[in-house]
């Protein structure tokens, strides 16, 4: 039986890029977005490339049907799952009281909701192999508070922690758990966060994406626990450790204030 790599938001940006490198490793995959027609472009373009079996479902994970309805997918194609990738996700940019309700809402809903449904969802089927992963991807805002990116930031600090805790549950079991934290990417998230005012501020630190992913999927398979991709992230990382929280918040706040 084909063992299949599930990668949520895989049409494009950071997904796209860690299921090519997943491709590389010839391991089939089942791709996971809203847009049917970006993944069945893929589909064809990397069965023929990497010779992989790849199948793809159009589904938006922040509906309450959403993970009921792979449920039934998975199982109706029996299939065999061996790699988890929890990309789907995004950012809003601004002041908690001057964003909508309901958008901060839906961001928490696929950031936390929709990634914890999905991983109790396939555990089942992870569970089924001798050895599987599990990738959960953060942010370097998960180190953090931030002001402006506050809910973003909280969401991100909820999947490192959850990542962490998983990784002491499901080793026992040969299911390895590691979670991604990357900074500024060249991924159009500024774009959808509504950032535009600190496109250049970004520019400065962003790291290609195609470069993190690689590093994501060689420490994954590694059985690394924390994955923090570039020189400049891991200071931050460790100045998040070293430094008192309110300074950390403070040089955030000036760092992302709304212009």
């Known amino acids: 039986m084909n063992t299949y790599a599930v990668v949520t938001g ?3 940006g950071l997904g796209k890029y860690i299921a090519i490198e997943l491709a590389k490793r010839k391991y089939n995959l089942l791709l996971l977005a809203r847009s049917g027609d970006k993944l069945e472009a893929l589909k064809a373009e990397w069965t023929k490339s990497y010779g992989i079996e790849v199948l793809v479902y159009s589904i938006d994970l922040s509906t309450e ?4 309805a792979l449920n ?54 992870l569970k089924k192999n ?7 991807i953060a942010s370097t805002a998960a180190y953090q508070a931030v002001p402006t990116l506050a809910v973003y930031a909280a969401t991100k600090a909820y999947v490192l922690s959850f990542s962490r805790s998983l990784y002491h549950e499901l080793k026992p079991l040969g299911i390895q758990v590691s979670c991604l934290c990357p ?23 962003n790291m290609d994406p195609e470069v993190v992913a690689r590093q994501a999927v060689k420490n994954m398979l590694a059985g690394q626990l924390e994955i923090v991709p570039g020189f400049l992230n891991k200071l931050q990382k460790f100045g998040d ?10 040089v955030a706040a000036r760092l992302y204030k709304i212009r």
């Not at 049907?65 to 009921?68: F, G, K, Q, R, V």
């Not at 029996?78 to 995004?90: E, H, K, R, T, V």
């Not at 901060?104 to 991983?119: F, H």
């Not at 450790?241 to 403070?250: I, T, Y």
């Open 10 to 12: 895989a049409s494009q």
């Open 130 to 136: 001798k050895s599987a992963y599990i990738l959960q």
């Open 183 to 205: 900074g500024p990417m060249d991924t159009g998230f500024t774009d959808r966060a509504g950032m535009q005012a600190l496109a250049h501020l970004s520019k400065q630190y």
């Open 72 to 125: 039934y997918y998975c199982t109706a194609q029996n299939l065999s799952i061996g790699i988890l990738i929890n990309n789907a996700g995004y950012g809003l940019w601004g002041d908690f009281e001057m964003l909508g309700l309901q958008d901060q809402r839906n961001m928490i809903n696929l950031n936390v909701n929709a990634l914890t449904a999905l991983t109790y969802m396939l555990l089942p089927f």
């Open 65 to 68: 049907e959403a993970i009921p």
């Open 241 to 250: 450790w070293l430094l008192p929280k309110k300074l950390v918040e403070r």
